[in-house]
C-alpha cells in the first residue's frame, strides 16, 4: 500500500478527500490521508508542510485553490506549482527523490468541479426555485468547469452561493461531488483528471527505499 499524505487548504478539500478519493484511491492500493493547513495558502506554507510530511509518507501531493493563493502576483498554476516543489527541495535540504512530492493547485477553486453536472444542486432539499437551471446557464458560458471565474465576485463558489445562499462548502461540497462521481469529474475537469490519473498510477510505482 502507497502511503499518500494529501496536504489540502480547508474542511471543504478535507472533507472530499476523506468521503470522495480515499476509497476510491485505497481500491488501487493507494492509502490517501488528508492534512488541512486551515486557508491562508502561501507557496512557504505548503512547501514547509509537504516537506515535514516527506518524512513519514511515500509520496506527497497537495490540493489547494488557485483562486485564493496569497501573494501569487502574475504567476500561473503551473508556476507556483513548480515554486512549491523548489521551496520542498531547499527546506528537505539533501539529495532526494523528487518524484515522492508533486504539488497540485486547483482551477480555480473546488466548487469549480461541482459545475461539472448541475442536476445533482436538484437533489437538494432546501434548493429555490430554477436552481438546476440557473447553474447550467453558468456552466454553459465555459469551455469547462474549470475555467468558470471571470473576477472575486464571480467565482464559482460565489456564483453557487448567490443562487443558493444556504449552500454550505464543507457540508455540501463533498456530498455534491460524491453525487456527481469522480468519472464525471475527471472527464468534465481535465487539470483535475489528470492529476487524478497520477493518483491511481502511485500503486504501480515501488516504495521508495
Known sequence: MIRLAIVVEGETEEEFVKRVLTAHL?????QATPHSIGGNVTVERLAYEMAN???????????????????????SREDLEA???????KNIKRSWDRSRV????QQYEFEG???SDVM????????PPNL????????????????????????????IKDLMP????????????????????????????????????????????
Open 132 to 159: 438546476v437551471e440557473k447553474l447550467r446557464a453558468v456552466r454553459s458560458r465555459f469551455p469547462t468547469p474549470e475555467e468558470i471565474n471571470d473576477n472575486k465576485e464571480t467565482k464559482p463558489s460565489r456564483r
Open 166 to 209: 444556504s449552500y454550505q462548502k464543507r457540508v455540501d461540497g463533498h456530498l455534491l461531488a460524491g453525487s456527481i462521481g469522480l468519472a464525471t469529474l475527471r472527464t468534465e475537469c481535465p487539470r483535475f483528471g489528470r492529476w487524478l490519473a497520477r493518483l491511481e498510477q502511485l500503486e504501480n510505482q515501488q516504495h521508495p527505499q
Open 26 to 30: 485505497q481500491a488501487r492500493e493507494v
Open 102 to 105: 508533486f504539488p497540485y493547485v
Open 53 to 75: 510530511y516527506f518524512w513519514s509518507y511515500d509520496r506527497v501531493t497537495s490540493l489547494v485553490d488557485f483562486y485564493g493563493f496569497r501573494n501569487k502576483g502574475q504567476a
Open 113 to 115: 468541479l461541482l459545475f
Open 83 to 89: 515554486r512549491i516543489h523548489e521551496q520542498v527541495s
Open 120 to 127: 445533482v444542486f436538484g437533489k437538494l432539499l432546501d434548493r
